[in-house]
């Protein structure tokens, strides 16, 4: 679908039915790099946030902040992605 829509941003959450956030993350940047991807997860560790921007995401969001950085997250992903 990100092929076929091209969104500015695409919110992905590590644990997923068929494939994980990350490998998404990888497929998407591969196929659409323009798309930004903004990784949500429950586990808060520094390997994630890591792993999360090697697999190709801008940002890293855990769930636990959600309520304070997801939308601030949001919003200096798609303003970098503009210059």
Known sequence: MTKELEPDLILLDITMPRLN?????????????????????????????ASALEAGARGYVSKSDVAVTLFSSMEAILQSGKG
Do not use: Y
Request: hydrophobic share 40%.
């Open 21 to 49: 956030g990350l490998e998404a993350a990888r497929m998407i940047r591969r196929e659409v790099p323009s798309t930004q991807i903004l990784i949500l997860s429950q586990h808060d560790t520094e390997e994630m946030s």
